[in-house]
């Protein structure tokens, strides 16, 4: 079964086209990575795939739906580049933002409720984060960050995990601990993962990847691995 079916896609911002009839699968259970020159289009790609962008033709399916008929998008994890992550413009503990992405759980008040931050609390504890519940996430090292962020993606026990430069701005300690908790998921888990990235030869050394894409002239080549 296909995780992610991508058909035909193009888009552009002008009338330059950004994505230009691209096509790629990816199967269930699959670890890919996506690589390209800074301006290529990745982060546009992921946008489309996200439905946070609207082709300007061609289709994008996920686990055999098409976008606008998949009803339940906390199946989809994201982890946005650390630089938008360190964006957050208000105090907010660990567990706070975890547990905010149960969201649409939370009922007619909107507020979480026990069962929702004791889930929080479990995921949490299951990265290794049981001392950094109650601390502000603006407080902690961009490493610890990002393990919050998985953490956060990972509450509604995802299908697909996309991931968007996650190894840019931590350290080599925090590197190898966010490779070595990529395969545990992929691994154990059976999450689909895509994790779009910059540092093609450090991710391919610490990986077992099922597939290298190369995004260029507005398509997306298979370059092995």
């Known amino acids: 079964m296909e995780s992610i079916a991508v058909n035909n896609l193009s888009f552009g911002y002008t009338e330059h086209k950004v994505i230009d009839k691209l096509n790629f699968t990816v199967a269930k259970g699959e670890l890919i990575i996506i690589v390209g020159e800074n301006g290529s289009g990745k982060s546009t790609l992921l946008k489309l795939i996200l439905g946070e962008l609207k082709p300007q033709s061609g ?7 098409k976008l606008e008929e998949l009803n339940n998008f906390q199946e989809i994890g994201y982890v946005p580049q650390m630089n938008v992550v360190n964006k957050i413009p208000f105090p907010i503990t660990c567990l706070e933002l975890v547990t905010l992405n149960l969201y649409n759980d939370f009922g007619l008040i909107k507020i979480p409720k026990r069962e929702h931050r004791k889930k929080g609390r479990e995921i949490l504890h299951r990265m290794g984060l049981d001392e950094y519940i109650n601390i502000p996430f603006n407080e902690l090292s961009g490493g610890l960050q990002q393990r919050v962020m998985i953490a956060r ?5 995802p299908k697909i995990m996309i991931l968007d430069e996650p190894t840019s701005g931590v350290d080599e300690e925090s590197k190898d601990n966010f490779i070595d908790l990529i395969q545990e998921l ?5 999450i689909t993962v895509v994790l779009v990235t910059h540092e093609i030869d450090w991710v391919k050394e610490r990986l077992e990847l099922d597939h290298i894409y190369r995004i260029e002239d507005g398509g997306l080549k298979d370059v092995g691995i």
Do not use: D, F
């Open 59 to 65: 289709s994008v399916r996920l686990m055999g739906k």
């Open 186 to 190: 992929n691994y154990e888990y059976n």
């Open 153 to 157: 993606a990972m509450i509604n026990n």
